[in-house]
């Protein structure tokens, strides 16, 4: 946070139901590890789901407001983060790498692990960060380069987000991207429905690791800086927004963050644009009978299939990304697995021979 995005505003037309389709977001995520720190696939996929939920107004309020004055401007932001299935060399990927380096990432500088192509996908780096001397080391959270605010001359769009101390990752990560995608601070932007409160941070104590009572009734701007959007009544800071600093708190973005991020997409990052997107949720395993299951997800070697059914026999088929078939066989217990090891990475659909319209995806590392 240290180094982020000063927001050029441009003005384009809005109209009502233009971004009501969701925009997928092609997406490779680098773990950036020292000393055999590494973080899992299944880690990756869950700070990607809780993005993917921050920016679908699907998270849990972390708190109540006596005035719910900001509940109307709780926006679903139709934007989706979609994990690369092919790398830019054409092979099968599931949209994480994992890199050993000698130190931790420096802020404000390009990432030490190099981008994939910067007009084709968008690059997160999940690494330890260089700890500024006199900040607690979870303070210094991440930072992001944008088209209109590159940072290091860099032409490629990434964001950072710190995994050595920082206790809310997954917020991190969202407010980071929420800059790659034209946003600025909320002390910093000019949205009518954001009001201009900042929470402060403290170079003693860092952020706030919990959403106080404090935190909630914070009101660090009068109305004039807050903008006539708010019809005479002064408003608290907006800690529930993810690109406020209270990252304890936060759980939204506005309708007014929806349009410009939607516009900047469209005008800046078009070309990372996917027509649909394979499923970020390691939950989403089961067929509709409910009688098939599959772990592990993502897997190495070997993928296990409980069969409700203990006694039916059935038939599997296993297809890559082209839709091409690479392995079948039979269950007929309760409990099989299937080999997968001759499979290259990548993300694969298996069939059953009772319901065959209802695949199961699963990833290969």
């Known amino acids: 946070m240290k180094k982020v995005l000063c927001l050029t505003i441009f003005i384009l037309l809005f109209h009502k139901g233009v971004f009501s389709q969701t925009t997928y977001i092609k997406t490779v995520v680098h773990v950036l590890y020292t000393s055999g720190l590494d973080i899992s696939d299944a880690s990756v996929l869950n700070y990607i789901k809780d993005v993917n939920d921050g920016f679908a107004k699907q998270l849990t309020p972390t708190f109540t407001r006596v005035t719910p004055i900001f509940d109307t401007l709780w926006s679903n932001t139709n934007i989706q983060l979609c994990l690369a299935n092919f790398d830019p060399n054409g092979l099968p990927t599931n949209g994480i790498t994992h890199t050993l380096i000698s130190d931790p990432e420096y802020p404000g500088f390009t990432p030490s692990v190099a981008p994939w192509d910067g007009t084709h996908y968008f690059n997160i780096y999940l690494a330890p960060v260089y700890n500024e001397p006199g900040y607690p080391s979870f303070v210094l959270g991440g930072w992001a380069s944008t088209p209109t605010n590159p940072v290091s001359g860099s032409t490629c769009s990434f964001a950072i987000a710190s995994t050595n101390s ?12 929420g800059h790659v995608f034209g946003l600025d601070h909320l002390s910093d932007d000019a949205i009518s ?54 990252f304890c708190c936060s759980y939204m973005f506005t309708n ?46 070997k993928i296990y299939i409980s069969n409700a059914k203990t006694e039916q026999k059935q038939r599997y088929l296993i297809t890559n990304n082209l839709g091409e078939n690479v392995l079948s066989g039979e269950i007929n217990n309760n409990n099989t697995a299937i080999n997968i090891v001759s499979l290259a990475k990548g993300i694969y659909m298996i069939r059953f021979s009772n319901n065959t319209n209802n695949p199961l995806k699963f990833i290969k590392q």
């Open 166 to 177: 920082i206790p809310y990752i997954s917020e991190l990560l969202t407010h980071e991207i």
């Open 193 to 246: 429905d954001t009001p201009k409160g900042i929470e402060p941070v403290s170079p003693s104590t860092g952020y706030s690791t919990s959403c106080s009572s404090t935190l909630q009734s914070a009101n660090t701007s009068n109305l004039s800086q807050d903008g006539m959007h708010w019809g005479g009544i002064d408003p608290p800071d907006m800690v529930e927004n993810f690109m406020g600093l209270s």
């Open 256 to 301: 007014g963050q929806k349009s410009l991020m939607q516009a900047y997409i469209q005008t800046y990052l078009s070309g990372w644009i996917s027509s649909s997107c394979f499923t970020t949720n390691i939950n989403d395993f089961t067929l509709g009978s409910a009688a098939l299951e599959l772990y592990p997800n993502p897997a190495i070697d």
